[in-house]
DNA sequence: GACTATGTAACAATAGTTGTTACATATGAT
DNA sequence: ATCATATGTAACAACTATTGTTACATAGTC
């Protein structure tokens, strides 16, 4: 959804956008636009302004942000899968695995991320764009 | 926690181990684990058998199981993030974006795939041993 | 100062996962 | 054969996370 919201703002080339148009585009709620503008916006990739006639805009050109910083912005909060975990010590394998497991899903995040880097919020704009034209 | 498990089978090298210990272990109930045998055997990473003195052991080596293997034998049912979208068909971007940013993600699953597959089980496993040896 | 759009809180609705109990069924042991 | 054991499976409660909704204070424009 974030790329979404991303690629509408890219679409409309540096102007101010509300999130209530965003909010139609991505057919849901202001607030869930506004939620998600706000983590976008620690990010540094959306610049909001308050106001009449405001919203939001990127902060930088379509081909200077990456889908891995838009993946880390989004997923930063969420670590795979640690779902309340209470490891028991008494087994011989449980005490250590964790952490073991930890490094080496820390380093396939990594590549994952190393692959969304390769590809531009323009190259999904131009992308999707042609896929509309061949239609 | 389907590698903790295959883990602690793997440990157990080729003994057949009941899901109550395996639950003991993972400190999880007894069908928890039944259900992720379930799919561990439909994926032929385990082997199960019903009975007295039966259960569940691993169907190859422990180097010959690498990561990703157990990563798609878990995770096939949930692909990414395709949470109940409605795509807005009125709005231009909406329209065409999905199965862009579908190729994209599925490309960014196989890097991380790639990745996952130079670790076997067994790898995992040494490193266990060695780090808890370590304390 | 009125209007507009964001920031934010509170809360309901929904979905997905995990945990629990219960029971039928198949297998091995005696 | 009979019995004990362990899985397969269903039904359901508990919990968590996400999404959606309403409401309102606040900041910036005109």
Sequence with gaps: MAVHVLAVLAYKEGDRVTSAFLAGSVN???????????????????????????????????GRINLAEIYRAVEEAEP???????????????????KELDRIFESAQKALERDLEKTSLADVINAVKASCAAK
Tied chains: 1, 2.
């Design 28 to 62: 849901t709620n202001p607030v869930i636009i506004r939620r998600l503008l706000l983590t976008l916006q620690r990010a540094k990739l959306v610049d909001t302004c308050k106001g009449a006639g405001s919203g939001s805009r990127l902060n930088r050109s379509p």
């Design 80 to 98: 795979f899968a640690t779902p309340a975990r209470k490891p028991n010590t008494a087994c011989p394998v449980g005490h250590c695995i964790r």
